[in-house]
């Protein structure tokens, strides 16, 4: 049997759950398959609930807290990456393509156009 946990507790879900999802504007941005890869998540966006978790572990909190940029105008990012307008990391291609979902490494996919460029098959020459 399997469940849902829709949250923003971050904690919670650490505890909670098997496997992790994090979702922007509907679309899976960050997807682990097990949660003890708890701390190789990166998605910019994933950072943010990230950075709100109040804990005595420093461990956990590691490389977290970082600040987004509040929307800039009424950028137009239909085709692109829903989350570009508040991203520190956004560039002319995130405004123009949609990020697909891609393997960064075993058991974990991002949709980022900005990673991708750091992911061992990227590297390899392999998928893009
Ligand atoms: S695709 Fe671009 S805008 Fe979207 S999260 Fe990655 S770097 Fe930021």
Redesign the pocket.
Known sequence: MSYFFISHDIETVYYLADALAVM?FGSV?EYIEDIPLFEQLQ???TKKPFSSVLTCDSRKSKGFGVDFEEPKGNQN?AR????????????E???RE??ALKEAGSQHH??????YQTFPLYQAGGQR
Not at 86 to 91: I, K, N, P, S, V
């Open positions: 922007y941005v998605h910019p966006y990012t692109g990456c829903a989350f570009a307008p508040r991203c520190r990391d956004a560039w291609l995130c405004f949609k990020p991002i949709a980022c156009h900005q990673l």
